[in-house]
């Protein structure tokens, strides 16, 4: 027997381990297919790959959470390279809602990016809205259409899945383009890890229209209130930079303003302070920096304001002030500002830089005053639409002209008797009245003003623009007119003393009746003759 002819004869064990360890090989495969099978299920069960379901589904999920009438547009899907859902004219309706009233919300267009295993847990990465415009109504109109749903039967919503719920987002863009409202420019908003049970992160970057300026802002903004919109929360902080005063017809100056917000959209209290370096009312033409703080109560769902307290601090003058900026009346366009003005701690000189055009105010002295402030919307110069009545009180002024102050000191001395004396230079006088002032016209109705020896009492009124007086009134002397004269003068006034004498119940002295005419530089006093003739008839 040949040693090489001896071969080992094969195991019988060796087949069966080869067929096992196939068949292993198989049963994994078979369930790695069939685990990827029902994951596929499971998305495909929650991923509608229909435009058609798709619609459906987003219509009856936005229906049910905003208690809304949904509409959309043109609707697509797109799956490669991402899953990408894409739509236009988004409009949603308050259920009730009047047919005249703009939509709740709409899109002009918008598109969803995320992934199928996003999805299948209802989750998307990314919402991009272009064209958002959010129209809350106000309280009073909301209050009226729950009337209108509880006494009226309402239409079915759009049917859907009973189970379709919102899905939650990573980030929604939404710049805004609407040009609708004057206020508002558009601008870009962002918000992250947007969901439905807690508040909403949001940066945004908004163009203020008027006054125009570029506003950054960044807070939380919901969740979202199903039931009362008005009841969303917010909060954040804000930057309004470079603001052009200009817009608005006799102002001018770049503000700037900074502050904090928090609380609904129908109830929004903020805090914060404004600073003007450069201010100029057009009629004094001056520039001045004006600083304010102020906290105000702000209707999201309108603009309508409620400012709280302003602190105005501008030159050596500060004025506090309360009041509402109001959405104007129908068929006018802007708001109104309504306003209360305290000033207790001011100075005359400062006020008159707003209003006078000279290089040196025409007086000076302490001021205090109290004025309504109303300022209607329209085209027409501040100065022409401005609305004041107030009462005010000027203590120890002096007049800056020497000729203007020579002649208040000379009347001192000559009211008092003493004309053959030495005056007192400088002497000061203090003033008080009340004043209107409408279509650009300052009124003072009875305006009175005291120097030793003498008060004079006048009516009348100062047109800011031509700065033209026109007052009318009586100078109230201490002494009888004669003593106003020396030597042979005096006694040629004699016979004059019996026509210009205090009735005698007020004691001696004199009333000459007298007008005041020509320009704030160049005033021109006299003698009111009409009123003397008419006083001796």
């Known amino acids: 027997m040949k040693l090489d002819s001896l071969q080992p004869v094969p195991t019988t064990t060796a ?32 991923v509608p790959l229909s435009p058609d379901i798709l619609r459906t589904r987003m219509v009856a999920a936005l229906s049910d959470k905003l208690d809304s009438d949904v509409e959309i547009g043109e609707l697509a899907l797109r799956v490669y390279p991402t899953l990408r859902i894409e739509g236009t004219n988004l409009r949603i309706r308050r259920r009730g809602a009047a047919s005249g009233l703009p939509p709740l919300i709409t899109v002009k267009s918008f598109h969803v990016d995320g992934s199928l295993l996003a999805l299948s847990r ?39 899945p009973a189970d379709a719920p919102p899905r939650a987002t990573d980030r929604p863009d939404t710049p805004n383009e609407r040009k609708r409202d004057p206020l508002n420019d558009g601008g870009v908003v962002t918000m992250h890890r947007l969901g439905a049970t807690k508040p909403w992160p949001f940066d945004a970057t908004l163009t203020n229209g008027v006054p125009p300026g570029e506003i950054v802002t960044h807070g939380d903004f919901g969740p979202w209130s199903r039931d009362e919109p008005g009841d969303t929360p917010v909060k954040g902080n804000f930057d309004f930079a470079k603001a052009d005063l200009g817009v608005f017809k006799g102002i001018s100056g770049i ?27 057009a009629v004094g033409g001056h520039r001045f920096a004006l600083h304010t703080k102020y906290r105000a109560t702000i209707d999201g769902t309108n603009g309508d304001t409620r400012l709280e307290q302003i602190d105005a ?34 100075r005359v000189e400062d006020v008159m830089v707003m209003a006078v055009r000279t290089p040196k105010p025409p007086m000076t002295g302490g001021l205090r005053l109290t004025t309504k402030f109303l300022l209607p919307p329209g085209e027409r110069d501040v100065s022409q639409r401005l609305r004041l009545d107030g009462r005010f ?31 007192r230079p400088n002497v000061v006088s203090n003033f008080q009245g009340r004043f209107t002032l409408a279509d650009g016209r300052l009124a003072l109705p ?65 009333i000459i009746p007298i007008k005041v005419q020509g320009t704030r530089s160049e005033p021109k006093f006299g003698l009111d003759v009409r009123s003397v003739l008419k006083r001796r008839g």
């Open 15 to 46: 087949a069966p381990r080869r067929m096992r360890k196939r068949t292993i090989l198989v049963l994994l495969a078979l369930s790695f297919i069939g685990f990827v099978a029902a994951v596929l299920s499971v998305i495909i069960a929650n």
């Open 122 to 160: 209802k989750h998307v990465e990314h919402v991009k809205l272009d064209g958002l415009d959010i129209n809350v109504p106000p309280k009073s109109e909301r209050v009226q259409q729950r009337k209108i749903r509880h006494e009226e039967p309402q239409p079915q919503a759009t049917a859907g």
């Open 255 to 281: 503000l700037s303003s900074r502050g904090s917000f928090q609380g609904t959209l129908d109830e929004i209290h903020a805090n914060g302070e404004t600073d003007t370096p450069d201010f100029t009312v």
């Open 313 to 346: 601090a501008f030159l050596n003058s500060h004025l506090l002030a309360k009041g509402a900026v109001l959405d104007a009346p129908k068929g006018q366009h802007g708001r109104t500002v309504a306003l209360e003005v305290t000033m207790d701690q001011a």
């Open 393 to 423: 009180v000027i203590a120890s002024t002096k007049f800056t002209n020497y000729d203007v102050q020579g002649r208040i000191d000379e009347l001192s001395k000559r009211s008092r008797g003493d004309a053959d004396q030495p005056g």
């Open 446 to 510: 009875d305006l009175t003003f005291f120097v030793p020896g003498a008060k004079v009492e006048l009516a009348g009124g100062y047109a800011l623009k031509p700065e033209t007086l026109d007052f009318k009134g009586q100078v109230v002397l201490d002494s009888p007119v004669s003593d106003m004269v020396t030597g042979w003068k005096k006694w040629l006034l004699k016979p004059a003393d019996s026509i210009f004498a205090k009735p005698k119940k007020d004691g001696k002295g004199s």
